[in-house]
């Protein structure tokens, strides 16, 4: 039977993996720097397990080159791992185990829940789940090309600022994502925070939060910039956490990994909430 919440599964909706240990290259680009990251104290008792389980998942990817740390400039590796549900840079066990940069409560807390011991995958099965290539949810997509299209949608922002075009925020990524098997259009309904727009119909993947290049802008300070994503599936709604710091709640409980949506559903971003129907 299929639940609601899931990791990888046989015929499902397509998988999307949550990214972890991709560090900042340029100003703006939205992602973290790990120099604040740096805690002497974070986990010292269990940080060589958690290092260990970030050097033993699956490798799901590899990278044209070797990545350098960013705090000591050490080699770093070249390959990308998964558990099924997260996603990172092998070069992240150094940066935990050399240097004590700190992970998100909710990856340690899923870690503990396997003994520190990463789950065998199907990698080739994986990689047929995986959602198209959208660096704003990660499916599969290495961190270089994660760069290129950021790279791609800013000088697409800069373009439309001269000329005036005014399409719709994240437009650029268009022709680097594919089409996703929906049966009809779906609706996202906003309530509790001020919302531009408050309602809107989507046949696409769509992202929600506090940023204005978000395809719905939700303006709270309990939303992060970039806090969900939905993507219609069939006849369902898959949301997806997009690292956000207050989560995804689903019937009052803090969801990980994936969330499977049926019309009339409804979920917590924040003080908001959304709510899918069919269009």
Request: glycine share 8%; with cysteine.
């Amino acid at each position: 039977m299929l639940g609601r919440q899931y990791g990888l599964l046989m015929a499902a909706p397509p998988v999307l993996l949550r990214p972890v240990g991709f560090w900042s290259t340029r100003p703006g680009d939205g992602l973290p720097d790990p120099a604040g990251l740096v805690s002497k104290s974070w986990e010292k008792s269990r940080r060589g397990r958690i290092a260990g389980y970030l050097k033993g998942a699956a490798v799901i990817d590899e990278a044209d080159e070797l990545a350098e740390c960013q705090l000591c400039g050490e080699s770093c590796g070249y390959r990308e791992r998964t558990d099924g549900v997260w996603r990172w840079p092998e070069g992240l066990a150094h940066y935990v185990q050399q240097h004590g940069v700190k992970l998100p409560a909710e990856l340690v807390k899923h870690m503990a829940q396997h003994d520190f011991s990463p789950p065998a995958l199907d990698v080739r099965l994986l990689k047929e789940q995986l959602s198209p290539t959208d660096p704003r949810a990660t499916g599969l997509m290495s961190q270089n090309a994660v760069a290129a299209v950021l790279d791609e949608l800013m000088t697409d922002q800069r373009n439309r600022s001269t000329t005036g075009d005014r399409r719709r925020p994240g437009a650029a990524f268009d022709d680097v994502t594919d089409a996703i098997p929906v049966q009809r259009a779906w609706l996202a309904t906003v309530q509790g925070v001020p919302t531009k727009p408050a309602r809107i119909q989507f046949d696409r993947a769509i992202v929600l939060g506090r940023d204005r290049t978000c395809d719905v802008v939700l303006q709270h300070q309990s939303v992060s910039r970039r806090h969900a994503r939905l993507v219609p599936w069939r006849d369902r709604v898959i949301v997806q956490d997009l690292g956000s710091s207050n989560g995804v709640r689903f019937r009052g409980q803090a969801c990980t990994g994936q969330l499977e949506l049926k019309d009339g559903d409804a979920v917590a971003l924040g003080q908001a909430t959304i709510t899918v129907s069919r269009a």
